[in-house]
């Protein structure tokens, strides 16, 4: 990665403010934090097709409706006993009437419904392009083998109340194939078993995440509740973006009133890199532009086999266990270093169990899961909800030979592995309209890592203040700082290595104010500071300080047309205290954007209904660094201070 602005760090599947169903849905403090690496585009492709299929609280199960990431367990509960006494929801503002909801309220109410869901026979459609008009080196010196433009095509339906079915393709910038990418299902009810069969492309998670981990983690952003909300879903379909994440074959899914059983099979060809019939890495980019990219690309035979059976104890609690076995055609090759308790070999298995039990506002859950070179991993926690506060408390423990590659525990690091911590959270209702969060989570690593010659330790802590004056109104404050002790290996004038511990540590402050001028007009100010200290030896210290000042219209002009728009301006002289902030765009796509050096930043996303079934939506974007004349870095380099990016988009339903 660049140390000068980069285009992306993150482009992902993501719920967008709805021009055709009128919900403005903020998912920002869900998905705001600084986590480069993650990916939740299978997270908001669920509240997507949430916002077209709601839940109907008359009919869904405590678990159905604890999926929402913010709504807990307890309140999941709630709601299902209170529908048991006192009969169905006449509408869903009705169930502000259970404790505990009118808190998310306004983030659940666009995916609740108490009707029937959507007629049995529908199909929609998604067509993308995305085009960015300077060539970068990679392009002017022929290297990337396809064309410039990022295109996707999707297409979903129902044929019945028990057939559904789905296909995207996509190809990125530079790649040769419009359908590089590949996903599909054929999902299908068997109502009086009953049954759910999915044949091709599905994602499994269950209890924890510890065997199975499912598409996505909740590493949370300014929701501070969330990590806990890390629930299985069982096996779903999956039609994202997201490579590396999905199984392919068949699955099964079985649900009785005191037993859930859940099996498949797959077997699919992983991108690795091969060399002497051993494996030696397995790419995660997804990309396929290059000669040496395209070596790599679906090289590995993988075969595994899942299941899972869990049991319903009393009211509201679970107990289950996981099985996972792996085959590979070729083995993993054993590193050494920093990496030598990173999986080798040809095959693994993982067996784990795990625990939920709510016991009135109290829920409770743990699970411990062992892979085949015998390294352990814990997660154990419980949660409280009540009137005016709710929090979180759990500890982690995955030892650093624990081996999994669909693991998704709650961590600071990417893998599930090498780390131990103590996670808390708090949020409080002080009075009507203003709510304080706060979060605090320690950590450790027990062995050294691939950047980090020494074992290290650090710890996160977050305030966030919300106000909300009146229902035009609302003003937020927020501080986060990390801290993270880390070694590195330095020379004297000697040249002789050693090695001299660091502390570095990162501050943000940011002020934001929402207005609602009128049900068509809203706004959004922010000013964040990012302040960045290193001590070494615990004597020397260098600061370094970085600002970001923007501003954010919507304005819907016409109930069939929508248009919004936002100007950045930012100075982060230092990739160090480079800023992120959470972009809109076109409906399905967002970016978490991070901006470094000193310029500006302006985009419009323009959405129109053309016809009552078809929608259009485009999208200009403009940056500009005035402190350096290219943008990016190796082959995505651009020899000019612009960037100009145009993206459109054709949805269509029926």
Not at 77 to 95: C, E, L, P, Q
Request: hydrophobic residues 35%.
């Amino acid at each position: 990665m660049c140390r000068r602005l980069m285009n992306s760090i993150l482009l992902i599947d993501v719920l967008l403010c709805s021009l055709t169903n009128g919900h403005d849905i903020d998912v920002e403090k869900l998905l705001d934090g600084e986590y480069e690496s993650q990916d939740q585009s299978a997270l908001v492709e669920y509240l997507e097709s949430l916002l077209e299929n709601p839940i109907n609280v008359n009919e869904a199960s405590a678990r159905e409706l604890s999926t929402l990431p913010w709504l807990s367990s307890t309140v999941a509960i709630r709601i299902v006993h209170y529908r048991y006494k006192k009969g169905a929801f006449n509408s869903v503002d009705d169930v502000k009437k259970v404790r505990g909801v009118t808190k998310v309220f306004q983030e659940i109410r666009p995916f609740l419904t108490v009707g029937k869901r959507r007629l049995s026979y529908h199909m929609s459609g998604r067509h993308r392009i995305v085009f960015r008009a300077e060539d970068s080196k990679a392009f002017q010196q022929n290297i990337y083998l396809g064309s410039k433009e990022k295109m996707l095509n999707s297409v979903k339906g129902m044929i019945s109340n028990h057939v559904q079915f789905g296909l995207l393709s996509e190809k990125d910038a530079g790649e040769q194939f419009l359908d590089d990418l590949r996903t599909g299902h054929l999902l299908i009810d068997v109502p009086f078993l009953p049954t759910r069969i999915c044949i091709g492309h599905f994602s499994a998670g269950f209890g924890r995440g510890l065997v199975f981990g499912g598409p996505y983690r909740m590493n949370g952003g300014s929701d501070v509740l969330s990590p806990a909300k890390q629930t299985g879903r069982g096996i779903v379909p999956y039609l994202t973006v997201t490579e590396n994440k999905a199984f392919w074959g068949v699955a099964l899914s079985s649900r009785q009133k005191l037993f859930e059983l859940h099996a498949f099979t797959s077997t699919q060809k992983r991108n690795a890199r091969i060399e002497n019939g051993l494996v030696f890495s397995l790419p995660q980019s997804g990309l396929h532009r290059t000669i040496n990219e395209l070596e790599t690309y679906r090289q590995l035979d993988e075969n595994v086999r899942g299941f899972s059976l869990e049991m319903n104890v009393n009211r509201g609690g679970r107990i289950g266990g996981a099985l996972q076995t792996c085959f590979y055609k070729y083995p993993f090759s054993k590193k050494g270093g920093p990496d030598q308790y990173d999986f080798y070999g040809s095959s693994n298995r993982v067996l784990g169990v795990y625990f939920d039990q709510t016991v009135a506002s109290m829920n409770i859950f743990a699970e411990i899961a062992q892979s085949e070179s015998r390294g352990r991993a814990l997660i154990i926690g419980l949660c409280y909800d009540w009137a005016t506060f709710d929090f979180v408390s759990f500890y982690r423990w995955y030892e650093k030979n624990f081996q999994n590659f669909y693991a998704q525990g709650f961590g600071k690091s990417a893998t599930t592995s090498n780390e131990s911590g103590f996670y808390f959270g708090l949020r409080y209702q002080v009075c009507d309209g203003t709510t304080v969060l706060i979060s605090f989570d320690q950590y450790k690593s027990m062995w050294p890592q691939r950047f980090d010659p020494m074992p290290g330790s650090g710890c996160d802590a977050l305030c966030y203040l919300e106000c909300r004056f009146s229902s035009q109104l609302c003003v937020s404050v927020r501080y986060r700082t990390t801290t993270k002790y880390t070694g590195e290996t330095e020379a004297d004038q000697y040249g002789n290595l050693f090695r001299e511990i660091h502390r570095p540590s990162k501050s943000n402050l940011r002020l934001q104010m929402d207005y609602k001028a009128t049900k068509k007009i809203q706004s959004r100010s922010r000013l964040e500071l990012s302040l960045y200290s290193e001590h070494e030896c615990m004597l020397n210290r260098q600061q370094k300080a970085g600002i970001l000042l923007y501003q954010d219209f919507r304005w819907q002009f016409h109930r069939l047309c929508r248009v919004q728009t936002r100007w950045t301006f930012f100075d982060a002289p230092a990739y160090d205290v480079r800023l992120y902030q959470y972009e809109n765009d076109v409906p399905g796509v967002m970016r978490i954007k991070m901006l470094n050096g000193r310029g500006a930043r302006w985009y419009i996303v323009a959405s129109l209904q053309l016809a009552q079934h078809l929608q259009v939506h485009v999208k200009y974007e403009n940056i500009y660094i005035d402190d350096d004349t290219s943008i990016g870095s190796g082959n995505d380099r651009i020899d000019s201070a612009y960037e100009n990016v145009y993206s459109c988009q054709l949805d269509w339903h029926f």
